[in-house]
């Protein structure tokens, strides 16, 4: 049988490169595409897999690099089967010191980008048979918070655009998702959860912790597989329970301590 083939972006590292290696220990082919040369590297070293991963050095902001990069994983492995559009950058301000030019990288890299590689993957897809996209919003996308209005937006956006993908592309038999994950301990989130606000996320998160990058790549793998054959424009959220949460978790949380 021959061997499915995945195009993760921002997969040099973090939840994106938890989602590669879960996808090559499935028996999948994988792309690897990161705007970052030396994280790229680093991935492929570490993965060891030369005949079955690609690198490609795109920025997804860049159109008609990005189809480029989406053409030459196609024409390397012959074919393409899923799409995790993964690649995020978050600018945490507030909304009256956040740039114009901060918003616009924003919405281009998390929205557009996956916009534009779903167009040039999609008919790929369709030559045989169809496939899978995963696009990866947030909770922030879900539930406003401080200092998210770019980021937090573009993640609504991309939600939006899952369900549009979800419902025009179905008639090529490509199936549209979304992962919408909570705190996860990466890299992005190091760099910007202080200590404060890291215990802040424990009291609103009724798991008590953050997740781990591998625990996003079951979903997104699952969803890319025949095994979600029948799931289309979803967004899950792998958040610990923090979407479904309201006021009061310390609280209950201190009195079953004393119980
Ligand atoms: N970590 C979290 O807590 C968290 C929470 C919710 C959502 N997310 C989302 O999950 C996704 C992955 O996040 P992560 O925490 O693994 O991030 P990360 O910063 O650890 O990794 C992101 C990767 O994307 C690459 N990248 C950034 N801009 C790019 C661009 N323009 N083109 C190509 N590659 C680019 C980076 O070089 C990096 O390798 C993002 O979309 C993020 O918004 C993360």
């Known amino acids: 049988?021959?061997?499915?083939?995945?195009?993760?972006?921002?997969?040099?590292?973090?939840?994106?490169?938890?989602?590669?290696?879960?996808?090559?220990?499935?028996?999948?082919?994988?792309?690897?595409?990161d705007i970052d040369g030396g994280l790229l590297a680093a991935a492929m070293a570490d993965i060891g897999e030369p005949d079955l991963t690609l690198p490609l050095?795109?920025?997804?902001?860049?159109?008609?690099?990005?189809?480029?990069?989406?053409?030459?994983?196609?024409?390397?492995?012959?074919?393409?089967?899923?799409?995790?559009?993964?690649?995020?950058?978050?600018?945490?301000?507030p909304i009256l010191e956040t740039t114009p030019e901060e918003w616009a990288r924003t919405m281009a890299v998390n929205l557009t980008g996956p916009f534009l590689a779903t167009q040039a993957a999609a008919p790929i897809m369709a030559e045989t048979g169809g496939?899978?996209?995963v696009n990866i919003t947030s909770i922030s996308g879900v539930r406003a918070s401080t200092l998210r209005v770019a980021y937090?937006?573009?993640?609504?956006?991309?939600a939006?655009?899952?369900?549009?993908?979800?419902?025009?592309?179905?008639?090529?038999?490509?199936?549209?998702?979304?992962?919408?994950?909570?705190?996860?301990?990466?890299?992005?989130?190091?760099?910007?959860?202080?200590?404060?606000?890291?215990?802040?996320?424990?009291?609103?998160?009724?798991?008590?912790?953050?997740?781990?990058?591998?625990?996003?790549?079951?979903?997104?793998?699952?969803?890319?597989?025949?095994?979600?054959?029948y799931i289309t424009g979803q967004v899950i959220a792998v958040d610990g329970g923090f979407e479904a949460a309201g006021i009061g978790l310390p609280t209950l949380r201190a009195a079953r301590r004393n119980l």
């Open 160 to 229: 939006h655009l899952t369900k549009q993908q979800a419902v025009e592309l179905a008639a090529l038999g490509i199936r549209a998702n979304a992962v919408a994950p909570g705190p996860v301990d990466t890299a992005m989130a190091k760099a910007v959860h202080t200590t404060e606000i890291r215990r802040d996320y424990h009291d609103a998160i009724p798991l008590n912790r953050y997740g781990l990058e591998e625990e996003l790549a079951e979903v997104i793998i699952f969803l890319c597989t025949e095994r979600a054959s």
């Open 152 to 158: 937090g937006t573009s993640k609504a956006a991309l």
């Open 57 to 93: 050095l795109c920025d997804v902001a860049d159109g008609p690099a990005l189809r480029a990069a989406v053409q030459r994983a196609a024409t390397h492995f012959g074919r393409l089967d899923a799409l995790v559009n993964n690649a995020g950058i978050a600018v945490f301000k």
């Open 1 to 33: 049988m021959i061997a499915k083939v995945a195009l993760v972006t921002g997969s040099g590292r973090g939840i994106g490169l938890a989602t590669a290696r879960r996808f090559l220990a499935e028996g999948w082919r994988v792309a690897l595409l």
């Open 131 to 133: 496939g899978a996209v």
